[in-house]
C-alpha cells in the first residue's frame, strides 16, 4: 500500500516520490545527498564512486561523510534522522547502477524473456554462438533439446562455421571442433555453398584442401555419416581416395574418374566410441551421459519427485553442471551445486563445510547424489551427506 508509511523526510517525496522514497539508481544517492544534506554535485558524485567500489583516498571520503553530518546539523535534521538516511544510501549506494544502464539492462532482459518464451531454439543457438551466459555450451544445447530440438554432430553436408538450426534440427558449428582450423571449416562452408553437397568422401577431397590429421578430426566426429558408412570404413577409404600430392582444383574435374574399389575386411564400430570422440572433440557427449556409466545405479529418486521427500533422505544420480563457492559466518568453505537428472531436469544442492570436505567435487561426470530434502520459499534442494562420483566404460579403442 503506497499510503501506509511515511516518508523518512519531505526531500524524499519531493525527489523520490515515484519510487515512494526509495533509492532505485546511483543518480537517487546523489539526488539525497545534494538536496537534503546540502553536499555540491561533485561531493556528492565522488561518495557515489567511493561507495561503488572505485578507487579513493581515504582521507577524501571521511571529509566528505564529516560534512555530510555537519550540513544536516546545519539543516537542522536530527542526528537520528541523519543516521537513518546515512545507512540508507551506505547499504544501497554498493549495489546500485546508474539509470541509464538499469533502463538498458531491462530492455535487454524484457526481449530475451520473450525470444527464450516464444523462440526458445533459436535463442538457445543464439546464446550457443554469441559464447556468453554463465553455463557451458553442453548445458545450452540440452537445454534446446528439452526443447523440441534434436542436437546433430558436425556434418560437412549441413554443418556451417557457427551453429545452426533448421526447423527442430540444430547442427553443432565447425567451431566447436577442437584442433580443427577455422580455414578448414570456413572452406567446406563456402564450397558446398558454390557447388553444391558433397557426394561422397572422393568428392570431398577432391573438392577441399585440408590435411589429413584435419580429415581424421572430420570422419571421427561422424561429418561424413551421410555416406552411411561407419568412421573405420571411411579411414579405411581415406587411404585410397586422399592423397598430399594430389592437386586441388578450383573448378569440377573434367571427368569423374572415381578411385579404385577394395574388398573391406568387417570394420565394426563400438557402441561407445562416438560418444567418446565426442567427448574428445567437442568437450561433451551428444548422448545421455548416464548410458556411458560403468555400472546402473538403482532406487534413485527423479529431480521432478524431490519435493515429495521434503525432510527425507534421498538417492539422486546427477550430472555435474556447476558449483558456486562461498563462506559460512565462521570462514568455513561452503558450496551450491547444479546438476542434471536422467531425464534432463535440474536439481540443487547445498554442501556445508563437513560435507563439502569429506566429499568435494571432482569435476565433470555423474555423481550418486545423497541427502536430505528441504523446501524454502516452496522451492526443493538437496542438503548433501555425500556425493560419489560414478565410473564409465572404459574406451575399448584403448
Known sequence: NPNAFDYPHETFREHLGGTYGVM???????????????LELGESDVLRRVMNGKKHKRKEFEA????????CKVKGHSNELSQEVWRQI???????????????FA????????LKAYYPLEFMVAVVNNFGGFYSTEIYLHEARMCGATIHAPCVNHSRFLTHIYKEEVYIGFIHLKSLETKV?????????????????????????????QLDILIRIGAFRFTGMNKY?????????????????????????????FELPQLNEGRFDQ?????????????????????????TVEAKDIKKYTMQRIRLLGYFVTYKKLRTSKGKPMAFGTWIDPSGDFFDTTHFPQSLDAFPFKGKGCYLVEGKVV??????????????????VKDGRY
Open 64 to 71: 566528505i561523510k564529516r560534512k555530510f553530518f555537519n550540513n
Open 185 to 213: 571449416a570456413k572452406r567446406i562452408v563456402e564450397e558446398r555453398m558454390t557447388r553444391g553437397a558433397y557426394r561422397n568422401l572422393d568428392d570431398f577431397v577432391n573438392r577441399v584442401r585440408l590435411g589429413r590429421e
Open 275 to 299: 560418444a567418446f570422440d565426442e567427448i574428445e572433440l567437442l568437450g561433451f557427449p551428444l548422448c545421455s551421459p548416464f548410458s556411458l556409466l560403468e555400472q546402473k545405479v538403482e532406487r
Open 107 to 114: 530492455v535487454e532482459s524484457f526481449q530475451s524473456l520473450y
Open 375 to 392: 523446501t524454502d520459499f516452496g522451492f526443493p534442494s538437496v542438503e548433501v551427506d555425500r556425493i560419489e562420483k560414478l565410473p564409465l
Open 90 to 104: 551506505e547499504s544501497f549506494a554498493g549495489y546500485s547502477f546508474c539509470k541509464a544502464h538499469s533502463a538498458s
Open 233 to 261: 570404413e571411411l579411414m579405411w577409404e581415406k587411404n585410397a581416395v586422399f592423397s598430399t600430392e594430389k592437386k586441388y582444383p578450383k573448378t569440377n574435374l573434367l571427368f569423374d574418374d572415381g578411385f579404385e574399389k
Open 24 to 38: 532505485v539508481y546511483q543518480e537517487d544517492v546523489m539526488k539525497i545527498c545534494h538536496h537534503f544534506a546540502g
